[in-house]
């Protein structure tokens, strides 16, 4: 089983609301990832954690809050959002981020449309 | 910043004709994913190589490895349809903690 899933499919949230996404994985990776897509572009690092633990932020606006609760939940809190905001999130994990070859390669779940008007 | 230029950026080909992408770098990668993503998806992985000079094959997708571990390409024989898509390579570095994505070659494959 190499599934990622993540919940809503689709948001869309006014820039005064607070909204969660979540993902889920039971593959025992430890470590989970958050990209943010824009349309025709490649996906763009947000987020990474490490055993529960973060481990990378690439410099994302504190309107965009991880939590990592256990190692097969990750969450994105967002409060605030602008409309350059609106894109498609994506989860992933993998085994580990790096070491061991294989165990670098990172599966990605459906991802959340997202839509801030 | 690292980079993973790929080409062509944009392919339209009809249905039963062959084509191949190119993803290069100047650094080297433990390992290179790649991936097809359809509009509003998440990207689904088709293959990891790992080996300098390995060869892969998925049905008509082969995939290989360059000597260097700096570069990848994706050959597909036969084009359907269904390969439509966008293709990103990802490559890991061992000590980066997190992938360089490709700059995506978008595939159209006509009747």
């Avoid at chain 2, 790929?6 to 190119?22: A, D």
């Avoid at chain 2, 770098?25 to 998806?41: A, H, K, T």
Wanted: some cysteine; hydrophobic content about 30%; glycine content about 8%.
């Amino acid at each position: 089983d190499t599934e990622v899933t993540q919940t809503p499919k689709h948001l869309v949230m006014g820039m005064t609301n607070k909204k969660s996404l979540k993902c889920e994985q039971h593959m025992g990776h430890r470590a989970m990832y958050w990209y943010k897509q824009k349309a025709k572009k490649p996906p763009e690092l947000m987020f990474v954690y490490s055993y529960e633990k973060l481990s990378i932020n690439e410099s994302v606006p504190s309107r965009f809050s991880p939590e990592c609760p256990n190692s097969s939940l990750l969450n994105l809190h967002l409060h605030a959002l602008q409309p350059e905001d609106s894109a498609l999130y994506l989860c992933a994990s993998s085994f580990r981020t790096s070491g061991a070859k294989y165990q670098e390669t990172q599966y990605f779940g459906p991802g959340t449309r997202l839509l801030v008007l | 910043t690292q980079l993973l230029e790929q080409s062509p950026q944009f392919l339209s080909i009809q249905e039963g004709e062959n084509l191949t992408v190119y993803c290069n770098s100047s650094s080297v990668f433990s390992s290179l994913q790649w991936y097809r993503q359809e509009p509003g998806e998440g990207p689904v992985l088709l293959v990891t190589v790992v080996t300098g000079g390995e060869v892969k094959k998925l049905k008509r997708l082969t995939f290989q490895f360059g000597d260097a571990r700096k570069d990848s390409s994706l050959h597909i024989t036969a084009a359907q349809p269904g390969d439509t898509g966008l293709y990103l390579c990802a490559g890991a570095e061992r000590t980066a903690s997190k992938l360089t994505f490709g700059t995506g070659t978008r595939l159209q494959v006509t009747l």
